[in-house]
């Protein structure tokens, strides 16, 4: 038999203060029968059924448990998810409220919220890419990432969707993994779709032939917004504003070839909690198998045995002073 608990500091309070009340009646009940001259032998007689019951709830309280030594195989199922998001400077146009990068970086903590039982990783792009984060389960760090997230951690020369998922296929990949658990890896690209790279059809192509789902977020709108950087309003060469806009259909083109889907945040739709249904939907691989020792929470009977008892204390009276 073992304790889930140990006796601690409020344990030895509440024995504290049982003792102390229970002494303190004692005391004024065979004060009074003195005074009355009165027999007061059975106040004692409850004495032993109350120290029991007490004692009962307190061992309760603590958690015997039993069945030490009996192992039961846990098995750890989940996906990995390498998110790629787009840090270009166009991420700061306010088409969408407050800008398209808050609302991203709002909808991604969510997401993590949504995937507890899976590895999360993160990679930051524009015209090159870097890892925020490996593969992980700590959401407390993802969390952390996603926020200190801006479009100043990155070189704003163009997007190019090439170097995040060539990154990410490196990270999901491993020579120990079987081919049909591969479908249990997904790698989401969120961007407005503007693509300058040129190597982005290459790395299609293996995110392809490794089996890999491949889904797109766009995140804008059609009629596009101005662009502020550092020194204010964002303008070309001629002088003129920039004007950013949703390029919906390279992210769509993108998710088709990969047999991924397209998901869209815009001034018309959210699709986020559709895109993380469908994550949910993917299978997951068998990631880890364990051998615990198990045991058997042994409180309830014994607190049942309390209780009676206690039943039993009140449904009984027992004169204490003979008058």
């Not at 309070?13 to 049982?18: A, M, W």
């Not at 407390?140 to 100043?152: A, H, P, V």
């Not at 890896?185 to 192509?205: P, Q, R």
């Not at 607190?303 to 039993?312: E, S």
């Amino acid at each position: 038999m073992t304790f889930i608990r140990t006796l601690e500091t409020v344990d030895w309070v509440l024995i504290l203060l049982f003792s102390v009340f229970y002494l303190t009646y004692l005391i004024r009940i065979t004060r009074i029968a003195g005074a009355l001259r009165s027999p007061y032998s059975g106040v004692f007689y409850k004495l032993p059924l109350r120290i029991l019951y007490f004692g009962l709830i307190l061992f309760a309280f603590l958690g015997p448990t039993s069945g030490i030594g009996h192992k039961e195989e846990v098995k750890s199922i989940g996906k990995d998810i390498f998110v790629c998001i787009d840090l270009s400077l166009s991420m700061n146009a306010n088409d969408i409220a407050p800008t398209r990068l808050e609302k991203v970086k709002y909808e991604l903590k969510n997401m993590v919220k949504a995937f507890g039982s899976d590895r999360i990783g993160l990679i930051i792009f524009s015209s090159e890419a870097y890892s925020q984060s490996p593969l992980t389960f700590d959401q407390s760090i993802l969390f952390n990432l996603i926020e200190s997230m801006n479009t100043q951690l990155v070189p704003n020369a163009g997007t190019d969707f090439g170097p995040p998922l060539q990154m990410a296929l490196k990270g999901l990949s491993d020579e120990n993994i079987p081919t049909n658990q591969m479908k249990s890896k997904v790698v989401l690209l969120i961007s407005d779709g503007e693509d300058f790279g040129e190597n982005t059809d290459n790395a299609i192509e293996k995110i392809q032939k490794a089996g890999i789902k491949l889904f797109t977020l766009g995140v804008g709108t059609k009629r596009g917004s101005t662009i502020r950087d550092g020194r204010g309003i964002k303008r070309d060469r001629n002088g003129q504003e920039v004007i950013t806009k949703l390029d919906a259909r390279s992210l769509k083109d993108l998710a088709a070839k990969t047999r991924g889907k397209y998901f869209e945040i815009s001034d018309k739709s959210n699709d986020m909690n559709r895109l993380i249904n469908t994550i949910k939907g993917i299978k997951g691989e068998l990631k880890d198998t364990r051998l615990l020792d198990t045991s058997s929470n042994r409180y309830f009977p014994v607190l049942m045995i309390a209780l009676f008892l206690l039943c039993i204390d009140v449904a009984t009276n027992v004169r204490t002073v003979k008058i």
